[in-house]
């Protein structure tokens, strides 16, 4: 089992930037990807950026260039910084984590970006 705890969400204003964090416990052992997943109201949840066991990386093209994920392994925690974040970036952002064919999620982090 892995636990997931999400965190760094808030209200932020249109072209400001959050960190969010999401730490990895229980069974650490053979957790590869983790990534980033967000749902706006309405709409289908939708990749936003994931990272591999050794350090590559994938991105939504709607946030190339604004977002970055990084990984520290020792720690078993993925980080999202969000810079030039749009009120389009609303949602509730979501970590995940493989492990041994299994995906886990975590409860979700509300990012709100007002105009």
């Known amino acids: 089992q892995v636990q997931l705890v999400e965190s760094g969400g808030g209200l932020v204003q249109a072209g400001g930037s959050l960190r969010l964090s999401c730490a990895a416990s229980g069974s650490g052992f053979g957790i590869g990807t983790m990534g980033w997943y967000r749902q706006a109201p309405g709409k289908q949840r939708e990749l936003v950026a994931e990272?591999?066991?050794?350090?590559?990386?994938n991105y939504a093209d709607s946030i190339k260039g604004r977002f970055t994920i990084s990984r520290d392994n020792v720690k078993n925690t993925i980080y999202l910084q969000m810079n030039s974040l749009q009120p389009e970036d609303t949602g509730v952002y979501y970590c995940?984590?493989?492990?041994?064919?299994?995906?886990?999620w975590g409860p979700g982090t509300q990012v709100t970006v007002s105009s």
């Open positions: 990272v591999t066991y050794g350090g590559n990386t």
């Open positions: 995940v984590a493989r492990r041994l064919g299994y995906l886990y």
